[in-house]
């Protein structure tokens, strides 16, 4: 074997060695990548994660609050495990440092219920009462606003009217975060019933989300 060729065998075995080196290192610690705590942040940090999230949007949002590093890594890891659209809204507080393991297998499964304590005084209207469940976290004011003057809604309710003006009724509720207006706004109209036994339902449909 020439000296040329010796070289080029030489450049080409460590060359092929050092990549192997670099694909070991790099399975290691994608192995270990979800074990890993990677964020700053330490204590109970609170993220919000909206309806219809992405992974993309999901990733900042860890990032932003210090739980982990690479957003994109954490939304790889997550596709790789089959769940990057499988991520549910809530409100979630997560004790820091959290492995992404750990993170992902909480946003999957879904924040705990927590009902919020909301008063509606009397007096209000519809607006107002939307705008105090919206300030609450329930819902969005103008998702509220439109659903509770929606008539076809009124109907599903059995209410004679073709809003549910005058059957929001002032009370202190327990509520969950981020429902839908229709969830949202029909304990106030139950409470209602109960307290004049008005309004019976007079249709079957059940309401609609």
Known sequence: MTKPMKRALI?????SGIGVIALVLVARTAWRYGDTPGGTASGKITVEIPNGASAGDVSARLQGAGL???P???????GQRGVAGRFKAGRYEIAAPATPKQILDTLVKGAADE??????PPGKNLLE????????GIAGKAELAAKASDPAFAAELGLPG???EGYLYPDTYRLRPNSTPA???IPLVRRHRQVWGSCAPRTRRRPSN
């Open 183 to 185: 969830r949202a706004l």
């Open 115 to 120: 009902l919020v304590t909301v008063i509606v």
């Open 72 to 78: 994109t890594i954490f939304r790889l890891y997550a």
């Open 11 to 15: 450049v080409f075995l460590v060359t």
């Open 129 to 136: 009462v939307a705008e105090i469940l919206a300030a609450a």
């Open 68 to 70: 982990i590093g690479n």
């Open 162 to 164: 073709n809003t549910l």
